[in-house]
Nanobody, 128 residues
Framework: QVQVVESGGGLVQAGASLRLSCAAS????????RTWFRQAPGKEREFLAT????????YYADSVKGRFTISRDNAKNTVYLQMNNLKPEDTAVYYC?????????????????????WGQGTQVTVSS
């Protein structure tokens, strides 16, 4: 049974940093790209960053480029999202998921509803 668990969220002040983790079990982890999304209250889910199977390639949304870094440790079946200089507008529930076919090359274009293996999300709240 596939299980995905996001963790590492919390309440922080503006300018702080957090590192989110996405741990997967019950599936072959290293042969799939992984993607982070977030959803703020009243807004649609937003693509943030994606990473290839090996971790050699990454792609970021303009809204987080330069502040967020996606990485992975295939030995630990875990993907990370390092978030620096957090802003109140970063407040959201953060999720990780697998793009269609686990394919990095389409991850930034694929619609959200084509993604698979969603976790329950982790809440990040940034106070001003």
């Amino acid at each position: 049974q596939v299980q995905v668990v996001e963790s590492g969220g919390g309440l922080v002040q503006a300018g702080a940093s957090l590192r989110l983790s996405c741990a997967a079990s019950g599936q072959t982890f290293s042969d799939r790209a992984r993607t982070w999304f977030r959803q703020a209250p009243g807004k649609e889910r937003e693509f943030l960053a994606t990473i290839s199977r090996s971790g050699a390639s990454t792609y970021y949304a303009d809204s987080v480029k330069g502040r967020f870094t996606i990485s992975r440790d295939n030995a630990k079946n875990t993907v990370y999202l390092q978030m620096n200089n957090l802003k109140p507008e970063d407040t959201a529930v953060y999720y990780c998921a697998v793009p269609p076919g686990g394919d990095f090359t389409i991850a930034m274009y694929a619609p959200e509803n084509s993604y698979d293996c969603w976790g329950q999300g982790t809440q990040v709240t940034v106070s001003s």
